[in-house]
């Protein structure tokens, strides 16, 4: 290779003829031959080279790595594989397809990228969470895939990471590509491969981006004659249907000089900033490698009182370089603190909080704003005639000012890890990872009327969430000739535990920022102070084996085994076994194919898998 290794199972064929063999594990070879003969070598991942013997007696060659090899290189079912080796349903999104993409999350630089993958936002708040579906909604409750960062597995929020971390992103779709991940895999698996340093002088890669957001599409709401229009005919139409005794008297137009005509949208919506700055650097030596990255991210939101920062720093090392004995991390530390406006539902229900964009469109056009000295009109029961005005109101600018909702969260994720080639083709890798995970979250509301905000009230939530995961791997991958053999043993054991603790006070008699804190509220009713804490804990022990066979880049056949053991069941239930295989057949490379120019490549499969739930 081009690191002076050794390459076992190397073709080495004499040209123009059938005669051919194998490099052995030292990379020699012996092959009769004709003095003045031309040797083709060739091996699966680097380029083919012809070599004129000239009478010699002894050919040294390096084989240089093929560029297009090793973009078609996908990390799969806890290893690498080359996409003909691949005989299952999977997707991949390389760094490249990313930066190209102005995303904040990565969750967000999926959309669109892979068939059958569903990227959708709730609200398009900044920082709120996003969906993510393979293939549609699976079951009536968690429908999340299962994300594979650097071998650390979660199912937790990913837009706390870089979209410059990247280096890979592979959708497992089908069981049969995902069932070595077994029980937890029932909604699809998607791996995400952090960059990794390269050997050399230091290299910095600074990124900046900035730029402005507009709402799109607004509906176009009625102005103050259109609004004072509908309203008389209200009236009037109320009026006949009810009780022509009781007669209303209609507003008269005149008075739309003595009215405000507000736009409510144009005052709750804006043109907000969003920037991002990231620094990255990578360099080493034979010892090893690194690679470090820092970013900062601030995107207000285009709805009034809304914004999301983010900090993230990122340090993925390892040492031992080309020897067979590495020891490597990858962790990631972000923190991220989230100002929240309810901007979707109407209040009803425990956790559905009022929404401003709601009152925005219903509140009048003759709604003003402010007093003469500047304060706010809270609602429009404060101005009488609720014929006029609407019942109950909220001025969506009081509003936003009366909502104090703050959300932060900080998270520790990553690994270490041992990697150990005990021989050429035979790896093994142990690997521990954990993901610490805690948000604190503030929600104070101040009073606007008896229908909005009544009492002032404070709510303050603490999660914590800890993930141990430990995993050994053993793998092995050969070629002799045409064929390709590979297998792997592992287990893994995972460690969850949370713990939620809430509180909640009604009734402040001052309500300035200094004092939205528990110990201030005034209440005496002990109804009104609520309390809850709940600390859960769960395991998983797996055991899995895959094993792979490719003929001549052709024929490809895997199968894979995982039996997983869960402690949300009980003794007599606790382990559940879910295999799968997939064969496949790259048309392709078959002689008859060559002359196609009509189609590019053509691969044929068929898989089964059996998945689990997710929530084992």
């Known amino acids: 290779t081009e690191d002076q290794q050794p390459l076992i199972g190397v073709n080495v064929l004499e040209k123009g003829t059938?005669?051919?063999?194998?490099?052995?594990?030292?990379?020699?070879?012996?092959?009769?031959?004709d003095a003045n003969a031309v040797l083709v070598f060739s091996y699966v991942g680097y380029e083919t080279k012809e070599v004129a013997i000239k009478g010699k007696t002894t050919v040294n060659i390096t084989l240089d790595p093929a560029s297009q090899m090793l973009e078609d290189v996908v990390v799969i079912g806890y290893k690498k594989e080359i996409k003909s080796d691949i005989s299952a349903a999977v997707s991949s999104v390389k760094a490249k397809d990313i930066e190209k993409l102005q995303v904040l999350g990565v969750d967000q630089a999926l959309q669109g990228q892979v068939p059958g993958l569903q990227v959708t936002q709730a609200t398009g708040a900044p920082g709120d969470d996003i969906a993510v579906r393979i293939r549609g909604a699976g079951t009536l409750g968690n429908n999340n895939p299962l994300f594979i960062i650097d071998g650390v597995p979660t199912t937790g929020n990913i837009n706390m990471f870089s979209t410059n971390d990247i280096e890979s992103i592979e959708v497992l779709k089908d069981g049969a590509a995902a069932a070595i991940y077994g029980s937890r895999a029932a909604n699809g698996v998607i791996l995400i491969t952090t960059k990794k340093g390269k050997a050399g002088k230091p290299q910095f890669t600074f990124d900046a981006y900035t730029g402005f957001q507009e709402v799109f599409s607004l509906p176009e709401l009625l102005n103050a004659e259109e609004y004072l229009t509908i309203r008389n005919e209200a009236i009037t139409n109320a009026n006949t249907l009810r009780d022509p005794r009781r007669q209303l008297e209609t507003y008269n137009p005149a008075i739309l000089d003595t009215l405000p005509d507000v736009n409510w949208l144009d005052e709750v919506f804006r043109t907000a900033p969003i920037q991002r700055y990231s620094l990255s650097a990578t360099g080493g030596g034979d010892g090893g490698t690194y690679y470090v990255l820092g970013e900062y991210l601030n995107q207000q939101g285009i709805y009034r009182g809304q914004g999301f920062e983010k900090y993230t720093l990122r340090l993925n090392g390892e040492i031992g370089g080309k020897s067979r004995f590495k020891i490597g991390n990858n962790i990631a530390l972000s923190f991220t603190d989230r100002d929240i406006i309810g901007s979707s539902g109407d209040g009803a229900g425990p956790g559905n909080e009022l929404s401003g964009i709601r009152y925005a469109l219903i509140a009048a056009p003759v709604f003003p704003i402010r007093y003469e000295n500047g304060q706010y009109i809270n609602t429009s029961t404060e101005l009488g005639d609720p014929m006029l005005f609407g019942d109950g109101n909220a001025n969506p600018l009081a509003f936003i000012d009366a909502t104090d909702w703050n959300q932060q969260r900080y998270r520790i994720f990553g690994n270490v890890y041992v990697d150990w080639e005990i021989l050429k083709g035979l790896s093994f890798r142990t690997n521990l990872g954990g993901d610490f995970f805690f948000q604190n979250e503030k929600l104070f509301k101040e009073r606007l009327s008896a229908a909005i905000y009544d009492p002032s009230s404070l709510s303050e939530g603490r999660v914590f969430e800890q993930n141990l995961i430990w995993n050994n791997l053993l793998n092995y991958s050969q070629n002799f000739g045409k064929h390709r053999v590979s297998g792997l043993l592992g287990m893994e054991a995972i460690q969850n535990k949370a713990n939620y603790l809430g509180a909640s006070a009604n009734n402040f008699f001052r309500t300035d920022p200094l004092f939205r804190y528990l110990d201030n509220s005034v209440t005496e009713d002990i109804s009104n102070v609520g309390v809850s804490g709940v600390e859960t804990e769960w395991a998983l022990l797996?055991?899995?084996?895959?094993?792979?066979?490719?003929f001549d880049n052709r024929y490809v056949i895997n199968a894979a085994v995982r039996r997983d053991g869960s402690s949300r069941f009980g003794r007599d239930n606790r382990y559940g076994v879910f295999p799968s295989v997939s064969?496949?057949?790259n048309v392709s490379n078959e002689p008859f194919f060559a002359n196609a120019d009509f189609i590019s490549s053509l691969k044929l499969r068929a898989s089964w898998g059996q998945l689990g739930n997710q929530e084992i």
């Open 18 to 33: 059938t005669n051919g063999t194998v490099s052995d594990i030292d990379g020699s070879y012996n092959l009769n031959v």
């Open 542 to 550: 797996s055991y899995f084996a895959q094993v792979g066979y490719t």
């Open 583 to 585: 064969v496949a057949w």
